[in-house]
């Protein structure tokens, strides 16, 4: 049997993941949040797997016990500065690790699909709209962000977070990205293009957490299975 920690396990993602590692066959040796993250450093137990989705204030605890020990992680936690993506796969040259904004195989073939469409219809206005529960701390959500680089992979667009005033005339290129927020929201997310008289819009709504717990706990298991390296949803599920 696997072991397992869980790192932001007091809220409701948190017990949702801890539930479904134990209907998997993980033993769970740990449950980690913020009023007692300090615990993690030193005193946790060595586990196979750690899933994490805390919060990037936690990175630094998560790191330095994934590097105590050994553990192999599966990263969930989103509102990372570029700076700490860097860590997380300078990690992957020790450690077995993967990080995804998203783990729903659903959104995965989302990107996939808006990937292809890009290149099919460049020069096609495009704008994503992300919508989440009235909780979510950070925005644009990570989904967003990963279809943005769906879109762009090199980064070279304008981007646009929202429009106010006076704006005069869409600038050619560029992208707009918008956060909604209300209710209980799991998640939805929609990238839009607009050609001359048409419109392509592809969808994705979460109809609860479950398809995110089911999705991280899938990538835990295969991750065991795999060397020492960072992995990406995608790869890790349908590579």
């Known amino acids: 049997m696997a072991s397992a920690i869980v790192v932001g396990g007091n809220g409701r993602m948190g017990r949702l993941v801890r539930e479904a590692l134990a209907a998997a066959g993980f033993e769970l040796v740990g449950s980690f949040d913020v009023d007692n993250i300090a615990e993690l450093d030193e005193g946790a137990p060595a586990a196979d797997v750690t899933v994490d989705f805390s919060a990037p204030a936690a990175l630094p605890h998560v790191l330095a016990y994934a590097r105590r020990t050994g553990t192999a992680l599966v990263s969930g936690a989103t509102g990372y500065a570029p700076e700490q993506l860097d860590e997380l796969r300078a ?16 959104v995965a073939a989302l990107r996939r699909a808006t990937a292809l469409v890009a290149e099919a219809l460049a020069g096609w206005d495009v704008e994503i709209v992300e919508t989440h529960h009235n909780q979510k701390a950070d925005a644009p959500s990570g989904t967003a962000k990963a279809l943005l680089a769906a879109i762009d992979p090199k980064g070279e667009r304008p981007v646009v977070g929202g429009r106010e005033g006076i704006v005069g005339a869409r600038v050619p290129g560029e992208i707009g990205v918008h956060a909604v927020r209300g209710g ?10 607009f050609g001359t008289d048409e419109e392509l819009c592809l969808t994705h709504r979460a109809a609860s957490r479950q ?7 899938a990538a835990a298991q295969r991750l065991l299975d795999r060397p020492v390296g960072f992995y990406d949803f995608d790869a890790l599920m349908f590579g």
């Open 91 to 106: 990690l992957g040259k020790t450690n077995r690790v993967i990080w995804s904004s998203n783990y729903s195989l659903g």
């Open 211 to 217: 398809i995110f717990v089911a999705g991280a706990v």
């Open 184 to 193: 209980t929201v799991a998640g939805t997310h929609e990238v839009h293009f």
